[in-house]
């Protein structure tokens, strides 16, 4: 079935320094992607998406782009801030009607002064 | 800009009752969801709904879940006989088309004792 795999955090990093968070996806066809991001005592928030093939997403800084031979929409952010902390899932949706996101386990990410 | 409200923010409720929970989608969305996240878990799909009928539920969707929409705005999560592996984030989402992104609420904390 469709599926979605991240990298395990936590992830632990100083201001100021480069974030990449890995994800990788199994489908069947061609989904649409996203990078939710869950903020502390918080919901989901839709932080980007890219809807094809190359497609790039970008949002706040960050930055993921669609790669469809290595099944892949990482999440890159220059320069991170202690505000960036927070839960970050990828997800997938596959572009049917009704059908469900999709959903990774999340990365925890705490960014420190 | 739009956005997915829902209420209460948390509620406390003793094993064997119901609760509702209530959600109001963007306005001009047609489709909606339901998915609940166990703390510390991975965000789950519960059910979507279209057209005043449930186009898709998980195995999770049982016979003590049941969504309703009862007017023009809100639509609704009703656990019939919670059980404590119910205490749950319960996230509602909608989107304008089957297709399009789904936007999700802040929310509600549910915690069955």
């Known amino acids: 079935g469709n599926s979605v795999t991240q990298m395990e955090g936590p992830v632990t990093l100083s201001e100021e320094a480069f974030l990449t968070i890995n994800c990788t996806y199994t489908?069947?066809?061609?989904?649409?992607l996203f990078w939710y991001v869950q903020y502390p005592g918080e919901g989901l928030q839709l932080l980007l998406k890219?809807?094809?093939?190359?497609d790039k997403g970008s949002n706040k800084g960050f930055e993921a782009t669609y790669r469809k031979e290595t099944t892949s929409f990482h999440l890159e952010k220059g320069s991170v801030q202690v505000s960036d902390s927070a839960v970050y899932f990828c997800?997938?949706?596959?572009?049917?009607?009704?059908?469900?996101?999709?959903f990774g386990p999340g990365t925890s990410l705490s960014v420190i002064p | 800009e739009p956005e997915v409200t829902q209420t209460p923010s948390h509620q406390v409720t003793q094993m064997g009752q119901e609760v509702i929970l209530r959600c109001v989608p963007i306005?001009?969305?047609?489709?909606f969801y339901w998915y609940r996240q166990i703390l510390g878990q991975k965000v789950e799909f519960l059910v979507s709904?279209?057209?005043?009928?449930?186009?898709?539920k998980s195995e999770i969707f049982d016979d003590q879940f049941s969504v309703e929409r009862p007017d023009g705005s809100n639509f609704t999560l009703k656990i019939r006989s919670t059980k404590l592996e119910d205490s749950a984030m319960y996230f509602c989402?909608?989107?304008?088309?089957?297709?399009?992104?789904?936007?999700f609420g802040p929310g509600t904390r549910l915690l069955v004792l």
């Open positions: 489908a069947t066809g061609y989904p649409s």
């Open positions: 890219a809807t094809k093939a190359d």
């Open positions: 989402a909608s989107s304008r088309t089957g297709e399009e992104t789904q936007y």
């Open positions: 709904f279209y057209n005043n009928e449930i186009s898709e």
């Open positions: 306005s001009n969305h047609l489709y």
């Open positions: 997800a997938l949706r596959m572009k049917t009607s009704y059908d469900k996101v999709i």
